[in-house]
């Protein structure tokens, strides 16, 4: 992949060679500050902790859809329960869907007597809430085909059942209004767009004085990725002929499964919404408290959630995008932001396999100079429940702005699961370090030898509510005692390769695969559960293999899984990231200093008093990394609630949690190119205490669990002030620590959904000596038998202390033992 200046008016191609498709930026061409509205989700968030604060907090939410506090529709979700973490993290508004206070889907028609009683004592305990006025209340969901059945053909059903849900829309709209005249309000809400309804929906509510503060409609077809710019066009042309002002829309629903999770494919969603500065919230088609999968377990990121991460990181103004093929299913499509103030140019694009050119026009002298850097970046698909680390840099170059004033990007090898990040910052004196960029393969399982297994089609634009599958296609049905799949692989050159492995397990326990090289002596390898056979996971494996082809081979073992594909990548040393500073949160005013390109390329952040800056770390595992400032002066690092001094370019041995940290960096003044963070999480140093240690009161009780490290578990655990569980660690140094606590549970509260996933989190509280306790809130694991980690900050002295861990209102996760690790190592 490489970058390069370049006329494209002086292009010139030979008849034999295929001109790559060209997606346009013009960086004059703008269309008004960034929103970041097509980030949100219905049920995106579970419980106050699910997802987690560091999951969070990065993606700048500007909307999420929940249920009403004890609505019925799903055991969680609860709209005043979640809000005080997503306001907490700096989230937006909560659009509350009213009807979602009934148990059936499709919600029970009861008639609209039944349902005001139930309004009021929503919108009463929403307007005395903190934060009232950023709740939004939806008091119809989909009524063009639940209740009122707006959808049909026959004009004269058609008139009578609009007028019917007129007359309550009016009736609602007047009691949430009457209980709380500052009540915002959204609707109607269909299932799909309709001229038809939003023409007589319009005329009636600007006539009866019951227009919403909203306009929501849903897009949830494959097709929508085609039709939406008309439908948008289409709306506003009817607002302007009933005599509406423009009114704020929010798609309220949004995507496929096949969507979710895919980088690729989000990118196309998020890219015509926010060209067209409507708000959006991907849609709920599984459990709650991912964010629409976008969330690995509790606090990691997958693909989805660095492709989020990244739009929430543009600044300014979007500019004019043109793809290849506009307003196209699964085509190349992107968005783009100029800031000017940070000198930065952003561009996300994705959605198709091969090759690209990306030209950006109109890179203007006044603000990157005669030459910029081009910093490339790929966020892969890893599954739904896959964990993925920072996105890796492909390419740093550094070239001129051409003549006509456009800077081309070509981009080699695109694949169409992945979304891709082009950074656009001035050039400065010395030379980008070269972006390194192991070899990698991918293999594909249904393109493997199939032994007594199926190849199955999954999430495709026909079926588009299919799970998404690398190919479209994936080998289920492996439960046999002879079935197996063989992989022809091929490596350049001996060495170590990081075998990576996209499965499902809905065994309902870890399962087991048996691997072998080459017909030779297997391996066991283990794939925790996921929450269906394929909303994929991804286990890696370290193989040592020699130059040339070899066979791998995955036979059943114990249960069974599903397998996706699989990908071979050359481990060249420990792993490793740089995290840009000038691409980090910010706040204050710092500035942005590109007079040298070295290093990341991207320019440093030149830090004040009262400036901060925010890094998003990736931890695959919980334990010690070391992480180095590259600054050019001393600057604090705050993380988990502790802060240390690093010394310019001086290593720290810090304990991150799995997945997502968020480390800030504050200075009085210092000059920060990044911040460099290495290691595979050791737990050298660490304290473990397994739950036989523990000693157990008023009913918790010790079981044997063969599949847990030491044996044992504690179950049975609260329900009860008198049943906890106190474990004894003994300290060596005073400080802040990471507490660890590797649990279990598979609680679910099922009310016979038609597609919903309706698990529930458990909680319990943590008192370290005489303290005050701490809730922590722990996700469900699939299954009672996988095994999670959920890290909770806590003070601890030097010397012996006492970690209880118990629930008085409820039953607490079985917890298999605990480790502590103090951050400063």
């Keep these: ?9 002086d292009a010139r191609q030979t008849a034999t060679v295929a001109v790559p498709p060209r997606l346009t930026v013009d960086l004059a061409e703008s269309e008004g500050p960034v929103l970041h509205g097509a980030n949100g989700a219905l049920y995106g968030l579970s419980d106050d902790g699910v997802p987690g ?6 993606l700048k939410i500007t909307s999420i859809s929940q249920k009403p506090e004890g609505g019925a529709q799903h055991p969680n979700g609860d709209a005043l329960t979640v809000a005080r973490s997503f306001f907490r993290c700096g989230g937006g508004d909560v659009y509350v869907l009213l009807q979602d206070v009934y148990t059936e889907w499709p919600y029970e028609d009861l008639g609209i007597d039944d349902y005001l009683p139930r309004v009021d004592r ?3 305990e929403i307007s005395a809430a903190p934060h009232a006025d950023r709740f939004v209340h939806v008091p119809f969901n989909e009524p063009d085909q639940i ?30 209004r009457a209980i709380d005249p500052r009540a915002r309000i ?3 809400n269909e299932a799909a767009y309709h001229r038809r309804l939003l023409t007589d929906f319009l005329a009636f509510a600007r006539r009866e004085n019951v227009l919403p503060d909203v306009l929501t409609w849903h897009e949830l077809d494959s097709g929508s990725l085609r039709d939406f710019q008309a439908h948008h066009d289409e709306y506003r042309s009817i607002e302007r002929e009933s005599g509406v002002a423009p009114l704020t829309v929010h798609i309220d629903e949004y995507a496929n499964r096949r969507d979710l999770s895919v980088p690729g494919q989000l990118v196309q969603w998020v890219s015509m919404f926010e060209r067209n500065k409507v708000y959006a919230n991907q849609a709920y088609w599984d459990a ?14 997958n693909g989805g959630w660095w492709f989020f991460r990244w739009y929430a990181g543009l600044t300014g103004d979007t500019v004019r995008v043109t793809p290849p093929q506009p307003h196209t299913v699964d085509t190349l ?3 783009a932001c100029l800031d000017t103030t940070r000198r930065q140019a952003q561009v996300l694009l994705g959605g198709s396999d091969g090759d690209a050119d990306v030209v950006v026009r109109n890179v203007s002298p006044s603000v990157f100079g005669p030459a910029v850097v081009a910093t490339v970046a790929e966020a892969a698909w890893s599954g739904y429940e896959g964990a993925h680390p920072a996105p890796r840099v492909l390419a740093r170059t550094k070239t001129r702005v051409a003549d006509d004033g456009s800077v081309r990007v070509p981009l080699r090898g695109l694949r169409r699961m992945s979304a891709y990040r082009i950074v656009l910052t001035p050039a400065g004196t010395g030379t980008p370090a070269p972006a390194t960029v192991p070899w990698s393969a991918s293999y594909e399982a249904q393109d493997a030898a199939v032994t007594d297994g199926e190849v199955r089609t999954q999430g495709t634009v026909s079926e588009p509510n299919g799970y998404a599958a690398s190919g479209t296609r994936d080998v289920g049905s492996l439960g046999f005692p002879s079935s197996k799949v063989d992989f022809t692989v091929s490596v350049p050159e001996d060495g170590t390769y990081d075998l990576a492995i996209l499965y499902g397990n809905q065994s309902g326990t870890p399962a087991t695969q048996r691997l072998s090289v080459d017909g030779g002596a297997p391996v066991t390898v283990s794939f925790p559960s996921t929450q269906n056979w394929t909303h994929y996971g991804r286990q890696e494996v370290a193989l040592r293999l020699s130059t040339g082809a070899h066979v791998l081979t995955l036979g059943k073992g114990e249960a069974e899984v599903t397998l996706d594909h699989v990908g071979l990548t050359a481990r060249t040393g420990p792993p490793s990231a740089s995290y840009e500073a000038t691409l980090a949160d910010i706040e204050g005013s710092p500035s942005y200093d590109y007079a040298s390109s070295s290093g990341t390329g991207t320019g440093a952040l030149v830090l004040g008093g009262g400036d901060r800056a925010v890094f998003d770390v990736f931890a695959p595992r919980d334990g010690y990394f070391t992480v180095v400032a590259r600054a050019s002066e001393p600057v604090e690092l705050a993380l988990h609630g502790e802060t240390v001094t690093a010394g310019p370019g001086r290593p720290l041995r810090l304990y991150l949690a799995a997945g997502n940290n968020r480390i800030a960096v504050t200075a009085g003044y210092a000059s920060v190119r990044s911040l460099d963070v290495s290691g595979d999480g050791s737990t050298a140093g660490t304290l473990s205490c397994e739950a036989a ?11 044997g669990s063969g599949d847990a490290p030491g044996g044992h578990r504690v179950t049975r655990l609260g329900d009860g002030p008198e049943s906890t569980a106190r474990f004894t660690v003994d300290v060596p140094r005073a400080g802040r620590h990471l507490l660890v606590v590797h649990y279990a549970h598979d609680d679910r509260r099922d009310n016979g959904h038609a597609y919903n996933t309706d698990i529930v989190s458990r909680t319990a509280d943590i008192t370290v000596g005489s303290r005050a306790p701490l809730r922590a809130v722990f996700k469900n694991t699939w299954s009672p038998h996988d095994r999670w980690t959920l890290a909770v900050p806590v003070d601890l002295e030097q010397g012996v202390n006492t970690v209880t861990l118990g629930n008085a209102t409820g039953r607490a996760p079985d917890v298999f033992r605990i480790e502590i690790g103090r951050i400063i190592g």
């Design 1 to 9: 992949m490489d970058v390069t200046g370049h006329n494209p008016t």
């Design 53 to 58: 604060d560091a999951v969070l907090a990065p």
């Design 122 to 124: 929503i919108v009463r």
């Design 147 to 176: 209740w009122y059945h707006l959808d049909v053909t026959d004009p004269a059903e058609y008139e009578a059942n609009r007028d019917r849900f007129l007359r309550d829309w009016k009736t609602v709209y007047e009691r949430i």
């Design 186 to 188: 959204a609707g109607p």
């Design 288 to 301: 709650a408290g991912d964010l629409s999968g976008n969330v690995a377990g509790t606090n990691s990121p």
């Design 333 to 335: 499509q992107g968005l």
């Design 693 to 703: 240690a523990a000693v157990l009161t008023g009913g918790a009780e010790l079981a």
